[in-house]
């Protein structure tokens, strides 16, 4: 049986959907069980304040991407940059985004933000720093990921209600495809050479060169988010609170964890240095191991973090709103 985090309650101001762990969470693992080690476990080795906007507060617009040696999120009407080495900041402006934007991607040398506000995507040249292009595009779900790979930027899109992948031309961001999926697509991840688009409880593989989708594979309920890394494609999914791990060679899920983030609220994932981490508001922050997919350590929430998380330059990065907006850098695990 998989090992799962038992449910609780969080005593904080939050949404309903954002209710759920307590701050002493149990671990249940190979029929033992141990508290929950608390963030402060991993050492604040940098905390970097940043301005809290109405979209942080509103919309929960906490992206968080570690790309082209640098940290990466949005505090409008900005991309900016943090610089690990000596955290001096780079705002880029984006003309006319609203947000929420949907999770930050990185690909051709750009970081990619997808504004759900303004259905525009915003192409920023990780180099330059520079708004390269924009784009529109008709976005509906905010927690929907976007990829980039083939030369292209891939992202579940409102026609025929969310039912479509469309493929945008990285370079000059003209439309090349659309490609139908056989349900309501939840998100994108690219890894293996193909796209992966998450459904309501399969995945499909779409194939580049032909713009279809190839195959499907059963996966969990009602999918919440999805990664590429690890030479896999991770899905967590939010009616059952499981993660699964499909082979990202040969589609197959070659794994699966019960962690118990459950509902419509915000998780977030991300791999490096070894390990998968998830985020969410019900448990802050959990440590899988991609090998096994087992689980390692669940955090519990005393620094009061965001459902988002970037690894990067052998660190975690967390974000806060409150009571003031902080960005946090965590010494990850060996």
Not at 161 to 173: L, S
Not at 323 to 330: D, N, S, T
Request: include cysteine; charge should be negative; glycine fraction near 10%.
């Amino acid at each position: 049986m998989p090992a799962s985090l038992l449910d609780g309650r969080v005593n904080e101001a939050r949404p309903a959907w954002a209710l759920g762990a307590s701050l002493l969470l149990t671990l249940v693992l190979g029929g033992t069980s141990a508290a929950a080690e608390t963030l402060t476990a991993l050492a604040v080795e940098k905390v970097i304040p940043f301005e809290v906007t109405y979209s942080h507060l509103e919309n929960y617009d906490t992206r968080l991407l570690f790309a082209s040696d640098a940290l990466w999120t949005v505090v409008h009407p900005n991309l900016v940059r943090i610089d690990p080495k000596s955290y001096g900041q780079t705002n880029i402006e984006l003309p006319g985004v609203l947000g929420p934007v949907r999770p930050l991607a990185f690909g051709e040398g750009a970081i990619w933000i997808a504004d759900t506000g303004s259905n525009t995507i915003f192409k920023v040249d990780a180099a330059n720093d520079r708004v390269a292009l924009k784009m529109k595009a008709s976005l509906l779900s905010v927690q929907s990921p976007i990829a980039v790979g083939a030369g292209s930027l891939w992202m579940v899109t409102a026609e025929h209600a969310e039912r479509v992948v469309t493929r945008f031309d990285a370079m000059t961001g003209e439309v090349q495809a659309q490609i139908e999926l056989p349900d309501v697509g939840s998100g994108v991840a690219f890894d293996g050479g193909s796209v992966w688009a998450a459904g309501r409880n399969e995945i499909y593989r779409i194939d580049p060169a032909a713009n279809a989708v190839v195959a499907s594979t059963p996966i969990c309920d009602r999918p919440s988010t999805l990664a590429a890394g690890e030479g896999s494609i991770w899905v967590h999914c939010r009616n059952d609170g499981i993660v699964n791990r499909i082979d990202s060679a040969t589609g197959v899920v070659t794994g699966s964890l019960d962690v118990g983030v459950k509902g419509p609220g915000m998780v977030d994932l991300t791999t490096g240095g070894g390990h998968l981490w998830l985020a969410s508001l019900v448990i802050r922050l959990i440590e899988i191991d991609p090998a096994t997919v087992e689980l390692r350590k669940a955090f519990e929430s005393d620094l009061h973090t965001e459902a988002n998380v970037a690894y990067g330059d052998n660190s975690l990065w967390l974000l806060r709103i409150r009571p003031k907006g902080e960005i946090l850098r965590l010494s990850a695990p060996d």
